[in-house]
């Protein structure tokens, strides 16, 4: 998904004796502020009321032997390397960059974080670690979209985010080809994150920041990666809470055969016998040979994680559903017109879909049920396309969060949200689009880019600012609630309450409710529907009767 807007310790002794600055310890001066990391000296600079630093590596590139394997902690160094630009965007297709976001400019050496703070003193304000979304093929932390700035200043907390693997390089099960040193390769992308989430737990704190006050933050696939991180053993203990915007846990759906399967087909395409042959094949042909399988075969879901038994156990949402999780407090929410983001901007006719082809896909998965499943949402709503729009919107991301929240409401605080708001764009019908509430959260609807997106709306200004200090306020303490809204209880099975971010910011108890009815007993844990089936429905085949 794309915006639309745009081993160590004697390494280290050695590492810090040779270096002028203390440990822990920043300097400024004409050459900008110097902050010693674990692995040496970076300078970022001031840039208004904050301090930013650019493409910290976390990890070794992962090119040459180590391209495919779990990251490795970098080398130290002792001169000060300059930390004022991103790094290249993970390797990722991309055909074309309207939002000159940077994504085409990429790398294998990009895995690196951006560090946005007030200062970087002993302050220990709590900390933000926000993960891009992208289908887990493309997206980076380049895109100005996510910048920090704002947040951090704002809030005086310190926003942090990462770059992870992606396509085949962060998702390629290879064990069966390459042997157990390779066990685990299919969710490389996610051993990124923990890594990233471990540089943050050893170095923020010489940023300003809390490590036992961290909240991880994710949109799309994104907060498909937080539910994961909540879910599984090897990212526990790295954060204290967890923000999902617009996805949840259920988005994996590889089980070990089907990677296998999908890594076989991805080396036959490649042209590649076996490791060795793809170890010799350049960035430009992987990425060349992702392409094609992604047009002939696989589809959107093609390369993700993985359920290996290794690094992700098992279903992450039936992880989560059995109580198997991280016990910390959770926001999530999501977006009232997701699917206007594939119908308008990815250009997908949905809206004309044949009302046979609708009923054929919603009966593979609620069977004898969808007719009247569909006779609900077509008595909401004005004209069958926006049926079908809130259908699906419902279908892929809004009941997956409120089964997420179902589970984790009865341990742990969880606050929902449903955002409303709808663009005033001239450009197209955005509605309340995918994505639609990033700019709001990050401060930044004042961003031409982002003005395309969600239009001039007089209320923009009043709806950013409760998003933005609901948002801070449970990164600092657990609780979205603040004085510019009305109160938020937490979400449970019995009142459902919900915050409408809307032109008037509301709660709601149990909305749209006969739509949430519609789809009882289907635990959209991940299993029941598959990635697979619920992958279908971004498809037409005709036009509607």
Not at 14 to 31: D, E, I, M, N, W
Not at 131 to 147: K, L, P
Not at 228 to 253: D, H, K, T, W
Not at 309 to 329: F, T
Request: with cysteine.
């Amino acid at each position: 998904m794309k915006t639309g807007f745009r081993v160590r310790g004697t390494l280290i002794a050695a590492t810090l004796a040779a270096c002028p600055l203390s440990f822990g310890v920043t300097s400024k001066g004409t050459g900008g502020i110097v902050v010693m990391t674990t692995a040496g000296p970076v300078r970022g600079d001031s840039e208004g009321g904050v301090r930013v630093f650019r493409g910290i590596r976390f990890a070794e590139p992962p090119i040459g032997s180590l391209r495919f394997h779990a990251p490795v902690e970098p080398k130290p160094w002792t001169e000060v390397r300059p930390a004022l630009d991103f790094a290249p965007a993970c390797p990722q297709v991309v055909t074309i960059d309207p939002t000159e976001n940077g994504n085409s400019v990429q790398s294998e050496d990009c895995l690196a974080v951006n560090v946005w703070t007030p200062a970087a003193d002993a302050r220990k304000r709590p900390v933000m670690v926000y993960i891009h979304g992208g289908a887990f093929i493309e997206g980076s932390a380049r895109n100005t979209g996510y910048d920090g700035a704002v947040l951090a200043e704002r809030g005086d907390l310190v926003v942090v985010s990462l770059q992870y693997r992606l396509g085949p390089f962060g998702f390629l099960e290879l064990s069966e080809i390459a042997g157990p040193d390779y066990a685990g390769s299919g969710n490389n992308g996610i051993r990124d994150q923990i890594a990233a989430l471990h540089w943050v737990q050893d170095n923020v704190a010489r940023f300003g920041g809390d490590p036992a006050n961290v909240t991880i933050c994710g949109e799309s696939v994104g907060a498909t990666s937080v539910g994961i991180l909540l879910a599984i053993p090897g990212a526990r203990g790295l954060f204290q809470r967890a923000i999902l915007e617009s996805n949840s846990a259920a988005r994996v759906g590889h089980d070990l055969q089907q990677a296998r399967k999908l890594a076989r087909q991805f080396l036959s395409i490649a042209g590649a016998g076996g490791l060795d042959d793809l170890q010799k094949l350049s960035t430009v042909q992987l990425r060349n040979a992702e392409e094609r399988l992604f047009n002939t075969v696989f589809g959107d879901s093609s390369f993700g994680p993985t359920w290996d038994g290794l690094v992700i156990p098992a279903s992450p949402m039936k992880m989560i559903q059995e109580g198997r999780g991280a016990s910390v407090p959770v926001l999530l929410g999501t977006n009232r017109d997701e699917i206007r983001y594939w119908s308008t901007i990815e250009e997908l006719p949905l809206e004309s879909k044949p009302p046979s082809l609708l009923q054929a896909q919603v009966a593979a998965i609620v069977g004898p049920r969808a007719g009247a499943l569909i006779d609900t949402y077509r008595r909401a709503d004005p004209g069958y396309g926006d049926a079908v729009i809130h259908l699906e919107t419902d279908l892929l991301f809004r009941m997956t969060s409120i089964r997420m929240a179902e589970a984790i409401s009865a341990r742990q605080p969880t606050y929902m949200y449903l955002f409303t708001y709808r663009s005033t764009s001239p450009v197209a019908r955005y509605e309340s689009a995918h994505s639609m509430e990033l700019p709001f959260v990050f401060g930044l609807i004042d961003e031409l880019d982002a003005i395309d997106f969600i239009g001039r709306s007089a209320h923009r200004e009043r709806l950013m600012g409760q998003m933005q200090q609901a948002w801070i306020q449970f990164v600092r303490t657990g609780d979205p609630n603040h004085a510019g809204l009305p109160h938020w209880p937490p979400y449970d099975r019995s009142s459902r309450a919900t915050m409408e971010f809307g032109v008037e910011s509301k709660v709601v108890l149990d909305p749209l409710p006969a739509q949430r009815a519609a789809w009882a007993g289907i635990p959209f844990d991940g299993v029941t529907p598959s990635v697979a089936q619920v992958a279908v429905f971004l498809t037409n085949n005709g036009t509607a009767e």
